[in-house]
């Protein structure tokens, strides 16, 4: 059975830094696309940032240099480190994974998802 547990989130000031971790349980190795999103409540989730097989990145628009993204296969870990953070990073950051590839605007093809951890921002 594949669980995904996220920890790291926080409260922080705007310009610091958060790096948020995903723990992967189970089978990882057959994930052909792994990813983070965010949401924040009455609104969409929208993706931040995916890998793919065999490690290929890619970012949201406005994410790219602040944020990235990396695993750590032998530990089965995905990490988000969080670079100059804006009041507008504030949300819920949830990790996913699929067996197939998806891209960043599919949040629905992802099968396995985790409970989330909140990241706060002030100004």
């Known amino acids: 059975q594949v669980q995904l547990k996220e920890s790291g989130g926080g409260s922080v000031q705007a310009g610091g830094s958060l790096r948020l971790s995903c723990q992967i349980s189970g089978d990882s190795v057959s994930f052909k696309s792994m990813a983070w999103f965010r949401q924040v409540p009455r609104k969409e989730r929208e993706g931040v940032a995916r890998v793919w097989y065999p490690d290929d990145k890619d970012y949201a628009y406005g994410m790219e240099g602040r944020f990235t993204i990396s695993r750590d296969i032998t530990k089965n870990i995905l990490y988000l480190q969080m670079t100059y953070l804006k009041p507008e990073d504030t949300a819920m950051y949830y990790c996913?994974?699929?067996?197939?590839?998806?891209?960043?605007?599919?949040?629905?093809?992802?099968?396995?998802w985790g409970q989330g951890t909140q990241v706060t921002v002030s100004s």
């Open positions: 996913a994974a699929s067996r197939e590839y998806w891209g960043l605007a599919s949040p629905t093809g992802f099968e396995f």
